[in-house]
T-cell receptor, first 112, second 113 residues
Framework: GEDVEQSLFLSVREGDSSVINCTYTDSSSTYLYWYKQEPGAGLQLLTYIFSNMDMKQDQRLTVLLNKKDKHLSLRIADTQTGDSAIYFCAESRNQAGTALIFGKGTTLSVSS | DARVTQTPRHKVTEMGQEVTMRCQPILGHNTVFWYRQTMMQGLELLAYFRNRAPLDDSGMPKDRFSAEMPDATLATLKIQPSEPRDSAVYFC???????????FGQGTRLTVV
């Protein structure tokens, strides 16, 4: 399809790992991004991965990329209540002048 | 402190009124985006500019919406006349290229009654 797809909701307990999944559309996309949106705020870039990488780790965050299946995931280790937010996946298509394409966002709810 | 600044943060207006939202992109960024966020549609790209020229405004209803960049430090999004279905949060973002990371403002929450 033409859309970046994400599941809408994820609920986890504090201390558990969270895995947020995303399916993107263009196999030639160069960069894939994860943004975080806290209530009442704008989107904040969390991390990104270049398309020639399979994995990127940044402290509690691990990004996995499966180019064959066009599947991207964000794993948050030791999830905290402060991680509760909406997480957006975005792809950068390999087409000059094309803006980032965002998914609809996954709402992560962390309970203590 | 480099950030995208949007004004106003909140706007309540009556149907039929003109609404103007403003955005100051990060200094040095030459690409500016306007997005609209609603519960139903998620984040929609309305328009974006590069070097103040519109590159793509296909996501914007042309009959009532207009976007401009009078200069490199100001982008505006205007709705005239506004309708209740325009109620949403409007985000401005800026970046160095259209297809690389975008930095978002805090948004303008618009309510049309």
């Amino acid at each position: 399809g033409e859309d970046v797809e994400q599941s809408l909701f994820l609920s986890v307990r504090e201390g558990d790992s969270s895995v947020i999944n995303c399916t993107y559309t263009d196999s030639s996309s160069t960069y894939l991004y994860w943004y975080k949106q806290e209530p009442g705020a704008g989107l904040q870039l969390l991390t990104y991965i270049f398309s020639n990488m399979d994995m990127k780790q940044d402290q509690r965050l691990t990004v996995l990329l499966n180019k064959k299946d066009k599947h991207l995931s964000l794993r948050i280790a030791d999830t905290q209540t402060g991680d509760s937010a909406i997480y957006f996946c975005a792809e950068s298509r390999n087409q000059a002048g094309t803006a980032l394409i965002f998914g609809k966002g996954t709402t992560l709810s962390v309970s203590s | 402190d480099a950030r995208v600044t949007q004004t106003p943060r909140h706007k309540v207006t009556e149907m039929g009124q003109e609404v103007t939202m403003r955005c100051q992109p990060i200094l040095g960024h030459n690409t500016v985006f306007w997005y609209r966020q609603t519960m139903m549609q998620g984040l929609e790209l309305l328009a974006y500019f590069r070097n103040r020229a519109p590159l793509d405004d296909s996501g914007m209803p042309k009959d009532r919406f207009s976007a401009e960049m009078p200069d490199a430090t100001l982008a505006t999004l205007k709705i005239q006349p506004s309708e209740p279905r325009d109620s949403a949060v409007y985000f401005c973002a800026s970046g160095l290229k259209a297809n690389t990371e975008a930095f978002f403002g805090q948004g303008t929450r618009l309510t049309v009654v």
